[in-house]
């Protein structure tokens, strides 16, 4: 009775963790089109950026929504792993994890991790000096501003190489993330085989493009 209630509770907050990541994948991809628009165009860039600061539905009701989605999926990451290593009864080097499974599926914790610490240099690096700029010293609206902004933060080697490491970590995490969730919330039909191709290619080509606006800007200067 353990065994079968401590599965269920392990299921349920495995499709819990899934749907938050699915979530937070519509926001990355948001995002990485925007920042796309920076390598082509710097007003489109501005103009999108200036609305997303400025629409009071976004910031005040979908960045907390977001907010409390990475909150979330990170917790969730965190009980999975204890509760994992507690009913595991034979450690990893017993069972020869590494012959079984990828580095991506044994170190999501740590990928993880590493992808929660950038999260926290973003947003010490966009989000607090947006909101010290709009709120605290209260500044007229320069809807120009954020081209010159982002690429000056792209300015530092170190920086920049912080991000690009980052952004493979975060591929690895997506690599195996979307097909662990896929799993977990039980989609398994026709289009299954396509959906995983999709998921392995935003995998890929996401973390790699934000990359690519990395280096793109901090050797145009």
């Not at 501003?145 to 300015?155: A, L, P, S």
Request: net charge positive; with cysteine.
């Amino acid at each position: 009775m353990a065994n079968s209630s401590f599965l269920k509770s392990s299921i349920a907050k495995k499709v819990a963790m899934a749907l938050s990541g699915l979530f937070l994948i519509s926001f990355l991809s948001l995002h990485f089109f925007i920042n796309l628009t920076s390598v082509f165009s710097e007003d489109v860039f501005n103009m999108m950026s200036h609305f997303m600061g400025y629409n009071p539905i976004i910031q005040f009701v979908m960045q907390p929504i977001l907010v409390a989605g990475v909150v979330f999926h990170f917790v969730m990451g965190f009980v999975l792993e204890i509760q994992n290593r507690e009913a595991r009864p034979v450690s990893y080097a017993k069972n020869n994890g590494a012959a079984n499974s990828s580095w991506a599926s044994r170190n999501m914790i740590i990928s993880g991790l590493v992808v929660l610490a950038f999260l926290g240099l973003h947003f010490y690096d966009f989000w607090i000096p947006e909101v010290v700029y709009k709120y605290v010293e209260a500044n007229p609206l320069e809807p120009t501003r954020y081209f010159g902004e982002m690429v000056h933060k792209f300015e530092s080697p170190v920086r920049t190489g912080i991000y690009c490491v980052s952004f493979v970590l975060l591929f690895l995490h997506l690599w195996h993330g979307f097909n662990s969730s896929m799993q977990s919330v039980g989609f398994n039909n026709k289009f299954s085989k396509s959906l995983h191709k999709l998921g392995y290619a935003f995998a890929v080509i996401v973390p790699f493009g934000f990359i690519f606006i990395a280096l793109f800007h901090h050797f145009n200067q």
